[in-house]
T-cell receptor, first 112, second 112 residues
């Protein structure tokens, strides 16, 4: 069964460093999403992406964040200058339409 | 602004019991509602999606219902098993948006 994959599974970085989280959505899906979950808190929406552009973003998704679909398979989230409060589990998701979303296993980001 | 609430926060039941998990939302203009399972430190597994025009969906021992007018959804698990132990999340998608808005989840423990 097709699934969303994410790499790395765990990323440790120092405050102020740039990180890129990678995702491979399900191949025939057209909508892509990033969410995050800070330990013990709700899953929060960051951004949705369709037709090579951001379709919606949350207040969390400020200028420090960017997304890109560099080729036909990958979808990336970049954090330019990480802060301690960026430590969280980051989930990528994809869907065929604005419909049932399928989530990847997540990348645990630890900022020290 | 949509708020999603799940009660109870935690539930412990003996194996074999039928149980109901509750999800409520404040804005009834939803496009769909999705139920997920999350195992500790893992990603989100989609269980059921109910579109706004539907009243319920079934998959195996799981049945989810939706009552838009009262702002409620329930997830019914029949004949619970220890393997059902996990956190169950509900998430709503609004008519005008792509994002999922999550509840804080119900942590279920099924005792052998």
């Amino acid at each position: 069964e097709p699934e969303v994959t994410q790499t790395p599974s765990h990323q440790v970085t120092q405050m102020g460093q740039e990180v890129i989280l990678r995702c491979v959505p399900i191949s025939n899906h057209l909508y892509f999403y990033w969410y995050r979950q800070i330990l013990g808190q709700k899953v929060e929406f960051l951004v949705s992406f369709y037709n090579n552009e951001i379709s919606e973003k949350s207040e969390i998704f400020d200028d420090q964040f960017s997304v890109e679909r560099p080729d036909g398979s990958n979808f990336t989230l970049k954090i330019r200058s990480t802060k301690l409060e960026d430590s969280a589990m980051y989930f990528c998701a994809s869907s065929t339409m604005a419909y049932e979303q399928y989530f990847g296993p997540g990348t645990r980001l630890t900022v020290t | 602004k949509q708020e999603v609430t799940q009660i109870p926060a935690a539930l412990s039941v003996p194996e074999g019991e039928n149980l109901v998990l509750n999800c409520s939302f404040t804005d009834s203009a939803i496009y769909n509602l999705q139920w997920f399972r999350q195992d500790p430190g893992k990603g989100l597994t989609s269980l059921l999606l109910i579109q706004s025009s539907q009243r319920e969906q079934t998959s195996g021992r799981l049945n989810a219902s939706l009552d838009k007018s009262s702002g409620r959804s329930t997830l019914y698990i029949a004949a619970s098993q220890p393997g059902d132990s996990a956190t169950y999340l509900c998430a709503s998608q609004m008519d005008s948006s792509y994002k999922l808005i999550f509840g804080s989840g119900t942590r279920l423990l099924v005792r052998p």
